[in-house]
């Protein structure tokens, strides 16, 4: 019987190898595939936390914004025309009046108006230092500073989005308040800390 078991290994010993090196070669490739999937999946996963993490950043960023917004959209700004009759001439003066409606002071309250040649700017009447040597406004408090226009044509050719005021919230970033309402946040550079 062992002569038959040695005989039957000797003629299909050749086989038996072929099929181990086939196995072996098989087992080889199911490894690499499973790692090069697990590896794409991890890479899937990396991408989709490091979209997650941008995601929240940008949140983040919008939320501090929108809280940033909140105290200076209660800042508001208008113009108003006064007319008072001076040696019997009438004479207009055109004022710039700012009102803080926030529930926090702003400072460093300034009134600006671009033109072609120059940025003219002012101080507001009724703003008050509160400790900051800057002038400020209080909740609640109002201001308001004399534009230099002579001529009620004058004050419709500076566009309302040429006159603004500039103030900084508790926070301390500057903002930009036009009369014709819109809000910008300014952006500081060393000058102004």
């Given at each position: 019987m062992f002569?038959?078991?040695?005989?039957?290994?000797?003629?299909?010993h050749d086989t038996w190898e072929i099929a181990g090196a086939l196995g072996s070669f098989a087992t080889a490739a199911v490894a690499v595939y499973l790692a090069s999937r697990e590896r794409a999946d991890r890479q899937a996963a990396?991408?989709?936390?490091d979209e997650a993490r941008a995601a929240q950043r940008r949140a983040e960023q919008r939320e501090l914004r929108r809280s940033r917004e909140a105290q200076a959209s209660g800042v508001v700004v208008w113009t108003?025309?006064?007319?008072?009759?001076?040696e019997d001439e009438l004479k207009h003066t055109?004022?710039?009046h700012v009102a803080n409606f926030s529930g926090l002071p702003v400072t460093r309250v300034e009134w600006f108006v671009r033109d072609e040649v120059a940025v003219?700017?002012?101080s507001f009447v009724g703003t008050s230092l509160h400790g900051?040597?800057?002038?400020s406004l209080a909740p609640g408090e109002e201001g308001?500073?004399?534009l230099p226009f002579a001529e009620r044509a004058e004050?419709?050719?500076?566009?309302?989005?040429e006159i603004y005021v500039q103030f900084r919230d508790v926070s301390g970033h500057r903002w930009a308040r036009y009369a014709n309402g819109d809000l910008v946040a300014v952006l500081l550079n060393d000058s102004d800390a």
């Open positions: 002569e038959w078991l040695s005989g039957y290994a000797e003629r299909w990396e991408r989709d936390r108003t025309q006064r007319a008072a009759t001076v055109f004022n710039l003219l700017h002012g900051t040597g800057r002038p308001w500073g004399v004050l419709r050719e500076a566009a309302e989005d």
